[in-house]
Each structure stands twice: as structure tokens, then as C-alpha cells.
């Protein structure tokens, strides 16, 4: 049964009043009857159900900027790109194009197109910190490894029990 315009505006009233008051840490027991609760633990309900909808409009809210920059950066991309597929020349001072003294050709200016690869990998850094990529390590340990750093630990270990006068500790079997 969908809610009435005026049920929404009571609930969103009464779930205002209600963070209020845990904001203030005052017990869901002194104010539950107040705000129309048939007990404490439904206005304790009502709060987790109330925070889960505003973290989930927050992050509904994040992913839409999200997606938003990366369609930006998208189109950043492209002009980016055409830049890079065109011929760009050398212009003289003058405002004419400078010609190659060998050849009589136009000189290529390659700076637009480096330029473009610059602005390239700045957007490609954007798109992937907006999509959380740009800093994924990945450490392999091989078992050879993880003996070899048991093997340390328990030297130190037993190095530790010897200084204090301990009986040195039973070494593990091995696997």
C-alpha cells in the first residue's frame, strides 16, 4: 500500500526528532512513547532503518557524481584523441605555416600531440582513482618464503627466551 504525501512528511518528522535525540545519547526509553513507538525496540529498528536509507542515498548520491566525472573524463578522452589523429604544423611567427627548407613541405610540430598524450594519461589517472584501480599491489609469497620467515621469528624468539633466562620455545613440526 503505498504512503500518503502527509504519512511521509510524519515519518520523516518523527525520524528527524528521533536522530536528534540518540544524537544527544539520550535512551531510546525516555522518548519512544514521545514519538509514537510501541517500544523501544521499534524506535531502535526505525533508527538502523532510518541511518541505512541515508548512507544508502549518500552512496547512491557518490556513485552518480561517479558516473557523472567518468562520462566527463570520457569526453575529455575523446577530444584528447582527435587531437592526436590530426596533422598539426609548425607556424612561423609570422602566422604562416613554416616549410621544410629540404623539402618545401610543411615542418610537423609533434608538441600538440605529445601535449594530447600528457593530458591522456592525466585523465586515464582520474578515471582510475574514480574507480578506485590506481593503487592495486599484489604480493605473491611463496612457501619457501613463508618457512624462511617462520625460521627468523622463531630464532628471535628463542634469542628473546635466552636473555630472559627462558627455556627455549618447542620448535614446530614440519609439514
Do not use: W
Not at 539520550?26 to 525496540?41: A, H, R, T
Not at 549518500?58 to 561517479?66: A, K, N, P, W
Not at 562520462?71 to 609570422?94: C, D, G, M, N, P
Request: charge should be negative.
Amino acid at each position: 500500500m503505498p504512503v500518503s504525501r502527509a504519512n511521509k512528511i510524519a515519518i520523516n518528522a518523527r525520524r528527524a526528532k528521533l536522530v536528534e535525540y540518540r544524537r544527544k545519547k539520550i535512551p531510546y526509553s525516555q522518548f519512544y512513547e514521545e514519538l509514537g513507538y510501541s517500544s523501544v525496540n521499534e524506535a531502535t529498528k526505525d533508527f538502523k532503518r532510518t541511518l541505512e536509507e541515508s548512507i544508502a542515498r549518500q552512496d547512491g548520491s557518490v556513485e552518480l557524481y561517479r558516473e557523472e566525472q567518468l562520462q566527463e573524463l570520457e569526453y575529455l578522452a575523446e577530444e584528447a584523441h582527435k587531437i592526436l589523429r590530426e596533422v598539426h604544423y609548425v607556424v612561423a611567427t609570422s602566422g604562416k605555416v613554416a616549410l621544410d627548407p629540404n623539402t618545401d613541405q610543411p615542418l610537423i610540430d609533434h608538441a600538440p600531440k605529445l601535449q594530447a598524450i600528457d593530458r591522456l594519461l592525466r585523465i586515464l589517472d582520474r578515471v582510475a582513482k574514480l574507480r578506485g584501480t590506481e593503487q592495486i599491489r599484489v604480493e605473491v609469497l611463496t612457501i619457501d618464503a613463508i618457512d624462511a620467515e617462520i625460521q627468523r621469528l622463531s630464532r628471535d624468539l628463542a634469542a628473546l627466551g635466552d636473555e630472559a633466562g627462558e627455556a627455549p620455545p618447542v620448535e614446530a613440526a614440519d609439514c
